[in-house]
């Protein structure tokens, strides 16, 4: 434990890489999930397929494959995304290898956003979605007005699943030059390898903190938003 | 007092409002609508009844394209229903429904359900939409429940305060999918009672209910289907005394006995 207590900076800036991954990609899959949902539910049969399409080939396809595909295949097709480099943050600039991990979860984790949101979708009555087109709303106004806010409520548990998922997910940009809490818990454990276990605990700790401010937040969420019937 | 006593409304009089000819629809292999010809004319109320899967229901649900007809037309006010889009919620903005399960949105107060139409499909400000809805609210006698939400209201004041979210868009018929089915009885009388004063109004309405006493009272035209055509059409009157029909006579005895 010693080595992680006199590098505790190291530390917490390898979980602060774990929680920026989690967060960008989190929110990105979050959007573009809810959009494929809306788009597999929607009147519009080629977009139906599309997003199924979509779903069933992100969501069977292992993760690390992604990650492989974004950050060696593409780049051998010319897409490097270095000109996100460019591109400066309150300070910061976003690193390319930060941006393909976040790309490769969101790809990923979009999908199961996707199917959980559909769940939601399906558990809202139908007469719902019915009353909302009797009284002259679009589509999308029934979808943003009446169907997503409540299936929103009835998502949260499953969705929680899917978020701790991408939490523990991030580490798999370890092999990918991030330097996130798994990258760094190796680096520790390669220099002190006498202090394995403790090193092994502390960043266990870590992202059983991380895990559960998430559920814990999802349980307070849930409990503001729960709706009666 | 009957409607046609109240002289608010008289059977006859007006223009057609909702017009349906050679109206056809299938589920799969069930033949759901046959041939169906109805003219409903402004200001009238018809009463559409019949034994559950005569496909009333889904006569009703076709008037705003609900359901889809596979032939035939339906004409509101002189326009064909549109197929799809904006168009399609233009025409469902003029047609009220309300439904046996009630419906209202759930996760809103009682006063957002009856704004939120005229509010995002109107276009009208949120203070006015508020004070209309409330006037509203008032009228069908649940103005004190407003901040409420759906599941704290009993069955017969949702009923009535859905019966108020179609009205807010001031529409230009009223479609009623068996209104009182799902209520307790003791509630019934309390949305029965809306609905008559509604048809006093001259609201051109198309109610699909059990509610003989409601046919009796309120209706200018009883309509009677089964096995997914009309078989019968005559004022109320005429139809409970002189059925004409078999099918009519056997139904009405089945359910007048008690």
């Known amino acids: 434990m010693d080595a992680v207590i006199s590098n505790f900076d190291e530390y917490l800036k390898a979980f602060g890489l774990t929680i920026g991954l989690f967060v960008v990609s989190g929110i990105a899959s979050l959007v573009l999930g809810t959009i494929l949902a809306v788009l597999r539910v929607g009147p519009v049969s080629i977009l139906n397929k599309a997003a199924a399409l979509y779903v069933t080939l992100f969501r069977n396809t292992p993760l690390l494959m992604i990650f492989v595909f974004i950050f060696i295949a593409m780049p051998v097709l010319g897409y490097n995304f270095k000109v996100v480099e460019n591109i400066e943050i309150a300070g910061y600039n976003v690193s390319a290898f930060f941006f393909r991990a976040c790309l490769a979860l969101t790809l990923y984790t979009s999908a199961f956003v996707c199917e959980a949101m559909r769940s939601g979708v399906n558990a809202v009555p139908l007469g719902q979605a019915e009353a909302g087109r009797a009284i002259g709303l679009t589509f999308a106004q029934s979808m943003t007005l009446v169907i997503l806010p409540q299936a929103a409520r009835a998502v949260i548990p499953p969705m929680t699943s899917v978020m701790i998922a991408l939490a523990k997910n991030t580490s798999v940009a370890a092999a990918f030059g991030l330097a996130e809490a798994t990258a760094t818990m190796r680096a520790f454990t390669n220099n002190n390898a006498d202090q394995r276990i403790g090193i092994f605990l502390a960043f266990a700790i870590g992202y059983i903190i991380v895990v559960e401010v998430i559920s814990l937040s999802s349980y307070l969420v849930e409990r503001k938003v729960r709706v009666a019937r | ?258």
């Open chain 2, 1 to 258: 007092m009957t409607a046609q006593e109240s002289g608010t409304v008289s059977a006859g009089r007006g223009e057609p409002l909702v017009v349906l000819d050679g109206v056809q629809k299938h589920f799969g292999q069930l033949h759901a609508l046959k041939d169906i010809e109805l003219t409903v004319k402004r200001g009238e109320v018809v009463v559409v009844i019949g034994p559950s899967g005569s496909g009333k229901s889904t006569l009703c649900r076709t008037i705003n394209r609900l359901e889809t007809i596979d032939e035939g037309t339906i004409t509101l006010d002189g326009k064909d229903l549109p197929q799809e889009g904006k168009a399609l919620a233009a025409l469902r903005a003029e047609v009220g429904m309300v439904f046996q399960s009630f419906n209202l949105f759930a996760h809103k107060t009682i006063l957002e359900n009856v704004t939120l139409g005229p509010i995002k499909v109107r276009g009208m400000g949120k203070a006015e939409a508020e004070k209309k809805a409330r006037e509203l609210l008032d009228r069908v006698g649940v103005g004190h429940q407003a901040e409420k939400y759906p599941a704290q209201l009993s069955g017969g004041q949702q009923q009535r305060v859905a019966i108020a979210r179609a009205l807010a868009m001031e529409p230009k018929v009223m479609l009623f999918d068996e209104p009182t089915s799902a209520l307790d009885p003791e509630m019934i009388k309390e949305v029965l009672d809306v609905m008559v004063d509604l048809a006093q109004q001259g609201m051109t309405m198309v109610v699909v209910t059990h509610e003989m006493g409601f046919a009796r009272t309120a209706a200018d035209r009883v309509v009677f289907m089964a096995d997914g055509a009309i078989i019968e059409e005559n004022t109320p009157e005429e139809f409970f005394t002189h059925p004409r029909s078999d099918r009519a006579k056997d139904f009405l005895g089945k359910i007048l006995k008690h």
